[in-house]
């Protein structure tokens, strides 16, 4: 048996650390741990609601956008805020942007060094991989001059000794199987995709001023000003900017991420029988088509458990809970129940050994995040769930692209349960909304064209007009899963504060009753050719695009102070 | 090293793009420096010439909001930084190798190339549990800065966490969260280059500075390089015109906002913030808060989380900032303006929060 480490896991965001047992070639055992805590929510705590937003906001600057919005949501659930139909279309422009540019970074810049061996690209023949990208793809930059100029600007970086980002990794293991020239192309792509990140991503300048880290959010709507008669509000400019932007989007989405997912796939088809994982799936569901509470939603929640794909049930929010078991944490009635995050507490309480350390000991609490379990569950959160719900739930685009995925790599629905699973309904999650994008974009215009250009209820802004004590809840699907915050207002002040996220469901720890986080589960079973190269667990680890600064919230009520600024 | 002398232009050549067009880039950069475009050409033999300075990107309390920003880079692109202009050894969010691989490179650097590598950090530095709040590969952040910062030509503390501590050290602070400044004293070197999060464009910019002139640029008493934060974003923000004639937006969604009014009354904290986004933009200069109809937050200054919070509370006039005030100049006037603003608000919610802390932790002590 041995007892492997992976710390620094990198190419996520924030600090994930994987211990593991190894033996005849597979993980029998493995803990996640998140290793950074800031407590976010404890500074929340006496400040204005309207501020929180730019506060939770900052939880997070891959996902920019998420705390926001689940943030002004719970608060404009507690005051009673109804933002007009034009803030849900800039949100939802804003949401689904979001979640295109930050799955294809994923796809590209986290995940695919997973599966793509840029040493071997160095021995591709330029005019085979024009070929094999031309017989997959119209998308034009697939000339054999073109790939001959990759290879040759890859093969300067090699020749000058600095290998710098892509030095040490396990170039040349045998897991890596795709063949040099879908290497090169997959390299070509990587580039390709820096820039049209950079590019697609000027969407959110024109929302939100700037990303990372958009500025034009409010409680009960949004700052950006509609009027097609002035050169300082969302007009016409803005609005032929974000289309350019958006069929761009839809370009690149079509003709490069989803046929480099397909190929890359078909080397792959084992990974749909690893990395299943918990099998229990929950979404909360996005993107409002109407106004007001409870509007369907284009993407619906729901609660699938057990790989039961026939129906979703209703989620019900009741059945939340958070243990902290095995979470450097303490509940004062003990650590041994779980408790609803509106009744939530955290007291931070590191029982870890003091750094520097070899090992955790996980046999007792091992991590920042804590467990959050759904009716007892541990459940799985993400692109895959929300594909499954979608599914089942009758989702036109999804079912099409779900199908036409399966039926290109000759799988069945049982394939989606699984590493590889996660990382196609990912991509079809972007190919879905970067086809709906344009829509949301023309209901704005019409809005604008009607002269409707109400961006914000102000009704709800003066603190007076709130009531003297309040709570709301904000619900709302960030890239990596099921965001929720939930907030306690009194007298005009933040009471309390709590959010639970996606990488907490997915990464948290072992709960009261020993049942592995979804993480740990499906890291159990994964093959290890070689202990010292683990890049099996690395694969299904980075599957579920972790953010760990995002999971690692505290919380609560009783949250204090607990060590003294050291003075300086 | 002939051989690499020109490897830059050959390689930018055989990808299109002709050697004007590269001094034409650095064009761009020497405007950010706000230096004649003559110097252009300077800054292209330089990094021409330039081996690839090697660079560890060290993250800590941080939500990677600066790394994201890095990745938006288009002057130069990320890609050619990456590729062409330095040598990133190590960054967790970007690099290919994991766990101790990953800290052999960093490692090596730090045994290999002493006094000779440039450290960036993004995040602050926990102090609390005896480093507990942040470890990787089970090392506390402290105990790592320490090291790779204390043997670095240069360290440059990006984003406001790094710089003065930020998000995590707002009040209460929870996690003990100290600047890099604060939590590795005596580092030679130290350029801060906050705002939450930086933008990408200073940080290309501070590099290439350095890579032309072989030293550090010039900064102010936050040491802040004075080409992206000596001027107050009022002086030049594009709104400055309604300020000064008493435009003010009133209402989110008015007229006067559709106008592209001041915001000084919806809690605009231009007035007391010193950095570069009315002239340079975000995201290539597509938009920056402003633009975009939303208050400036001030994110760039110290402790902004507390000072200048509440965001939607405006600061009191403080008539006299001309044009030529800088951090340095002004600080103390600042300062004041600011407590005198929230005497009412923000100040005194900040002091009972603290005190709120203080008790509580105190009720738990006994408890």
């Not at chain 1, 040490?168 to 390299?187: D, I, K, Q, T």
């Not at chain 1, 933040?494 to 996220?501: E, F, K, L, M, R």
Request: aromatic share 10%.
């Amino acid at each position: 048996m041995t007892r492997l480490v992976i710390d620094p896991v990198t190419r996520i965001e924030g600090h994930l650390r994987i211990e593991a047992e190894v033996d005849g070639g597979m993980v029998r055992d493995a803990w996640s741990s998140a290793t950074m805590f800031r407590g976010v929510e404890i500074i929340l705590k006496g400040r204005d609601p309207r501020d929180a937003w730019a506060f939770t906001q900052r939880i997070c600057g891959v996902c920019t956008t998420v705390h926001a919005i689940a943030s002004i949501r719970a608060v404009e659930n507690a005051i009673g805020a109804e933002p007009p139909a034009n803030a849900r279309l800039l949100r939802n422009l804003i949401m689904a942007s979001q979640m295109v540019q930050d799955h294809v970074v994923h796809f590209y810049h986290l995940h695919a060094l997973d599966w793509v061996d840029v040493v071997s690209a160095l021995s591709a023949d330029p005019a085979a991989t024009s070929r094999l990208a031309q017989s997959i793809s119209d998308w034009p930059l697939s000339s054999t001059d073109y790939f001959r100029g990759v290879k040759g600007r890859l093969q300067q970086f090699v020749e000058r000794g600095q290998l710098g980002p892509f030095a040490n990794a396990y170039w040349g293991h045998s897991a890596y199987r795709l063949p040099p020239e879908a290497n090169l192309m997959a390299v070509a792509h990587y580039l390709e995709a820096l820039d049209w990140q950079r590019e697609f991503i000027k969407m959110h300048a024109v929302l939100g001023g700037k990303n990372p880290h958009l500025q034009s959010f409010l409680v009960g709507g949004m700052a950006t000003p509609i009027d097609p008669d002035r050169q300082a509000s969302l007009n016409m400019t803005s609005i032929s900017h974000m289309r350019k932007l958006i069929r761009g989007a839809r370009e690149f989405v079509q003709q490069v991420y989803i046929p480099d997912l397909l190929a890359v796939a078909s080397f792959y088809k084992d990974w749909a029988g690893y990395g299943a994982g918990v099998g229990n799936y929950l979404a909360y569901g996005e993107y409002p088509e109407v106004d007001g509470a409870n509007a369907p939603l284009y993407l619906p929640s729901g609660v699938i458990r057990a790989r039961d794909i026939s129906a979703a049930e209703p989620f019900d929010q009741t059945k939340v809970t958070e243990y902290v078991t095995h979470s450097w944490f303490e509940y004062e009635a003990g650590d041994g129940e779980g408790l609803h995050p509106a009744r939530g507490e955290t007291r931070p309480n590191f029982t870890g050994p003091e750094p520097p350390y070899e090992f955790l000991n996980t046999d007792g609490k091992y991590s920042w995040l804590k467990s959050p379990r759904y009716d007892g569950l541990p459940m799985e959160v993400g692109p895959l769930s929300r594909m499954l719900v979608a599914y089942v739930s009758g989702n036109e685009s999804v079912r099409q692209y779900v199908d036409y995925a399966l039926g290109q790599l000759g799988v069945g629905p049982e394939a989606l349960f699984s590493t590889l699973g996660r990382v196609a309904a990912r991509g079809i999650e972007t190919l879905v909304l970067a086809e709906k994008l344009e829509n949301w974009l023309n209901e704005l215009q019409d809005n604008m064209g009607r002269g409707q250009l109400d961006i914000h209820d102000n009704s709800k802004w003066d603190p007076a007009s709130w009531p003297k004590d309040c709570s709301g809840a904000g619900f709302h699907e960030a890239p990596r899963g099921a965001l929720g915050h939930w907030v306690h207002i009194v007298d005009g002040e933040i009471a309390n504060y709590q959010c639970v996220v996606p990488s907490t469901w997915n990464a948290g720890p072992r709960d009261a009753a020993g049942q592995r986080g979804p993480y740990e589960e499906a890291v159990v079973g994964t093959p290890v050719a070689d202990p010292e190269q683990p890049i099996e667990i690395l694969r299904t680890v980075h599957s579920f695009d972790p953010c760990m600064a995002c999971g690692v919230h505290v919380v609560d009520r009783h949250g204090r102070e607990l060590v003294k600024v050291r003075a300086q | 090293m002939a051989a690499s002398e020109s490897w830059l232009v050959e390689e930018l050549e055989r990808r299109g793009v002709s050697r004007r067009e590269f001094v034409g880039f650095c064009g761009v950069m020497a405007s950010i420096f706000a230096m004649p475009r003559t110097v252009g050409a300077r800054i292209a033999q330089a990094i021409e010439a330039a081996d690839k300075p090697t660079l560890v990107w060290l993250e800590f309390q941080d939500c990677a909001g600066n790394t994201e920003s890095f990745l938006r880079a288009g002057r130069p692109t990320t890609a050619d930084i990456v590729l062409d202009t330095l040598s990133i050894d190590y960054h967790e969010t970007i690099m290919a190798a994991a766990g101790h691989r990953a800290e052999e490179a960093l490692e090596g650097v730090v045994s290999q190339k002493p006094g000779g590598y440039i450290a960036v950090v993004e995040g602050s530095i926990p102090t609390g549990a005896n480093g507990a709040y942040c470890t990787i590969g089970g090392r506390s952040a402290e105990q790592i800065a320490k090291e790779v910062c204390g043997g670095a030509a240069a360290t440059i503390a990006i984003g406001t966490c790094a710089a003065f501590g930020g998000l995590p050290a707002a009040a209460p602070n929870p996690t003990g969260a100290l600047s890099v400044a604060d939590a590795v004293p005596g580092l030679k070197n130290l350029i801060n280059l906050p705002a939450c999060p930086a933008n990408a464009e200073n940080l290309a910019a501070v590099i290439v500075y350095f890579l032309t002139f072989n030293r550090w640029p010039p900064v102010d008493r936050y040491r802040r390089p004075l080409f992206a934060y000596g001027k107050a974003i009022h002086d030049n923000c594009e709104r400055r015109a309604h300020y000064d004639a008493g435009q003010f937006v009133e209402n989110w969604g008015d007229e006067a906002h559709r106008r592209g009014y001041c915001l000084y009354k919806m809690g605009c904290k231009g007035p007391v913030t010193f950095q570069n986004c009315p002239r340079v933009g975000w995201n290539e200069g597509t938009n920056w808060p402003v633009g975009c109809g939303h208050p400036c937050l001030g994110c760039a200054e110290p402790d902004f989380w507390d000072k200048m919070t509440p965001f939607y509370s405006h600061i009191a006039g403080v008539p006299g900032f001309g044009v030529h005030a800088t951090a340095d100049k002004i600080g103390i006037w600042a300062a004041a303006g600011v407590a005198a603003a929230y005497a009412i608000g923000g100040l005194v919610q900040y002091g009972r929060r603290m005190v709120h802390a203080k008790a509580e932790e105190e009720k738990g002590g006994q408890s």
